[in-house]
């Protein structure tokens, strides 16, 4: 049996208060580096545990592990179950992003956990922590987002921008610009592959109305043209973003309706590493807000890309009134020293009975 020990030293400010922790954990493997289970503030040992795949593809999927978590070593006490899974996201020609999944629930109805953790995977196997998003449901809900400082390169070698970049004014000006755009889709549908085009139409800011106040609205159609074991499926779509006066995201209407828990500015300059909260939304079935189906938590990371840009990587994993994760979207956009933005790629995935992971790579001009 191999242990792994991991330390995690936290220095934070909550409502201008210092907060100081330290959390300790030993992960435990067997000799092919399968995960056996955990000790720390609690004590997990593994139900199932599946061996890692020797190589992945941007798009693949899978369960690492589940198993059952004790309030310590005599293992009397059951506190829940967790369950680790991986999607591999893209990122740039030579590397990708590893996704790690935690889902922890609760035996005694206290709330549910949810970790995502990402890592850079290059394809001469280097791999690289980026950003940790912890989110906890119960009496206090909590999201702890960390974006880790990375090297003064890229993966390529080149070297990271270290400049600060307007992101609030290039976002506003993706607005209000009206775009026809085209993106190829990989992905699979319940572990048969897919592949497609996406034709993709964005208005200009409009006037409109949204909880009964004027807004400015942009809307987005889109039309995917998917190809599954040889049979075409045509996946049309069309979402409303609504915002006020400065900007600030208040909601969105289209498969679901989304209504911003507070209105989050933009921020307005970000630099290489920077990253926290970009928004949180409640979800309802529809605009009668009469049931609700969950809650939407949006995060931002800026990543290292060449001298004159950086990534915009915007993560939104969707949550269930349970607590647990539903669905997962990564958008990637590169923003330039000139004030532009401009769309990369995104990678849907939704969790269900017949999982689905659509990743669409946006052509370039």
């Known amino acids: 049996m191999w242990g792994q020990i991991a330390t995690t030293e936290i220095n934070a400010s909550r409502s201008g ?19 056996l289970g955990d000790s720390g503030d609690a004590y997990s040992v593994a139900d199932s545990s599946l061996s890692l795949p020797d190589s992945v593809r ?5 369960l690492l592990y589940t198993a059952t978590i004790y309030a310590d070593a005599s293992k009397t006490n059951v506190l829940g179950t967790e369950r680790m899974t991986y999607v591999i996201e893209p990122d740039s020609a030579t590397s990708v992003v590893v996704a790690l999944n ?39 809900p909590t999201t702890l987002f960390l974006a880790y400082q990375q090297p003064s390169t890229t993966p390529g070698n080149v070297p990271a921008s270290t400049q600060t970049f307007n992101l609030r004014s290039a976002y506003v000006s993706d607005l209000q ?14 572990g048969v ?31 995917m043209q998917l190809v599954r074991n040889g049979e075409p499926l045509a996946i049309p779509g069309m979402s409303i973003s609504h915002y006020d006066a400065n900007y600030n995201w208040l909601g969105a209407s289209g498969d ?8 989050t500015a933009i921020p307005q300059s970000v630099r290489t590493g920077d990253g926290g909260l970009f928004r949180i939304a409640t979800v309802f079935e529809d605009a009668s807000r009469t049931v609700i189906s969950g809650t939407d938590y949006t995060t931002f990371i800026i990543e290292p ?14 949550v269930n009134t349970r607590g647990t994760v539903i669905d997962s979207s990564l958008k990637k956009y590169r923003l330039t020293t000139t004030g532009s933005l401009t769309r990369l790629s995104e990678t849907v995935t939704e969790v269900a009975a017949d999982p689905i992971t659509l990743t669409l790579t946006y052509r370039q001009p």
């Open 102 to 140: 935690l889902e922890v629930i609760y035996s005694n109805g206290a709330g549910a956990l949810s970790d995502v953790i990402r890592h850079r995977l290059t394809s001469t196997g280097v791999m690289t922590l980026l950003s940790e998003t912890t989110r906890i449901t119960g009496s206090t």
């Open 177 to 190: 610009r009206p775009q026809f755009l085209q993106a190829d889709i990989t992905g699979s549908d319940n």
């Open 256 to 263: 679901a309706y989304y209504r911003a828990n507070t209105p």
């Open 17 to 35: 208060g210092a907060v100081t922790g330290v959390l300790s954990s030993v992960v435990y493997y067997d000799g092919n580096f399968n995960y």
């Open 58 to 62: 941007v798009g693949d999927r899978g």
């Open 305 to 318: 890309d060449i001298a004159t840009s950086a990534i915009l990587v915007l993560n939104t994993v969707s």
């Open 193 to 223: 592959p897919v592949t497609g085009l996406a034709t993709i139409s964005t208005s200009s800011l409009y006037r409109s109305t949204f909880e009964n106040q004027t807004v400015l609205s942009h809307s987005t159609d889109i039309n």
